[in-house]
């Protein structure tokens, strides 16, 4: 069960190294790089740029906590009646 919090936890932070410049380096794909190099384009008005790939990200890690939560409810001896 924390093993999916804690999958969700690895995501952000090498999407977050990644995105100011300290993980993976950019010929490389990763979420935080497409962030990264989408956010000079939100002011020309291409947003999508950078927002589908944050929108990834979010689900990605949303998933992970889900099914921890699911995974919880199934297993956890104590809630059962």
């Known amino acids: 069960m924390m093993v999916s919090?804690?999958?969700?936890?690895?995501?952000?932070?090498?999407?977050?190294?990644?995105?100011?410049g300290l993980g993976v380096r950019p010929p490389e794909p990763e979420w935080g790089i497409l962030v990264a190099e989408g956010a000079q384009f939100i002011v020309s008005g291409e947003w999508w740029v950078s927002f589908f790939p944050g929108a990834m990200l979010m689900l990605?890690?949303?998933?992970?906590?889900?099914l921890g939560d699911a995974l919880r409810d199934i297993f956890d001896p104590r809630r059962r009646t």
């Open 5 to 20: 919090l804690n999958m969700g936890w690895a995501i952000l932070n090498a999407a977050g190294l990644s995105f100011i």
């Open 60 to 66: 990605a890690v949303f998933t992970f906590n889900l």
